[in-house]
């Protein structure tokens, strides 16, 4: 049963510290997405790679958060440095999209709590 | 470009009662629509999803949904409501060319005894 992994789980840190998350892709997908679940917000897609290749970013913070897939079975969201306000779930997800094809399948999410 | 509105934050029904959540989308170009649930402290999971064909979708847990494009709407329907079935509901509209979904706010179902 492929499945969408997500290091951490949970995560705290404090403010200031740098945040690495990490998604493993189910395999044979070529689209990754990052989002970011809070009560106010809800969710929020922050950026998403096909073929390894950023897409679309317009989503995050880009002076503090950057995305990257390393290779096609990791991809890596950090946050430098973390602020109170970015205590969220953060989800992963993965789909082989093309025509005809668009669901994603969601990772189990990292909790961040920065204090 | 595609939105979706899911009308209602919150609904809650008794075991066994009707469930329908509501979702209008907004797409220029013929949507593929989908429903996800979510349990606590969990991620997304795929319910059903609508691309062509058949307006009547079945999923899982037995939820179906209609696309009806004369009313823009992907109603999310389960005849009899479980215990089991409380979680948040989002639908979500992607078009042919597009890569991402856009999800709407999500509706919160309660089920009581």
């Known amino acids: 049963d492929a499945r969408v992994t997500q290091t951490p789980r949970h995560k705290v840190t404090e403010m200031g510290q740098e945040v690495t998350m990490r998604c493993q892709p189910i395999?044979?997908?070529?689209?990754v997405f990052w989002y970011r679940q809070t009560m106010m917000q809800g969710l929020e897609l922050l950026a998403y790679f096909r073929n390894r290749a950023p897409l679309d970013d317009s989503g995050m913070p880009k002076d503090r958060f950057s995305a990257e897939m390393p290779d096609a079975t990791l991809a890596t969201l950090k946050i430098q440095p973390s602020e109170p306000r970015d205590s969220a779930v953060y989800f992963c997800?993965?789909?082989?999209?093309?025509?005809?094809?668009?669901?994603?399948?969601f990772g189990p999410g990292t909790r961040l709590t920065v204090t | 470009a595609q939105s979706v509105t899911q009308l209602g934050s919150h609904v809650s029904v008794s075991e066994g009662a009707l469930v329908l959540l509501r979702c209008n989308y907004s797409?220029?170009?013929?949507?593929?629509l989908f429903w996800y649930v979510q349990y606590p402290n969990q991620g997304l999971q795929l319910l059903l999803k609508y691309t062509t064909g058949a307006t009547l979708v079945k999923g899982i847990n037995g939820f179906e949904a209609e696309f009806k494009k004369s009313e823009t709407s992907f109603h999310l329907t389960k005849p009899s409501a479980h215990m089991s079935d409380a979680a948040e509901y989002f639908c979500a509209v992607s078009g042919w060319t597009a890569s991402k979904l856009t999800f709407g706010t999500g509706t919160r179902l309660q089920v009581t005894l």
């Open positions: 395999l044979g997908h070529n689209t």
């Open positions: 797409s220029s170009v013929p949507p593929y």
């Open positions: 997800a993965s789909g082989l999209v093309q025509t005809g094809s668009k669901e994603q399948y």
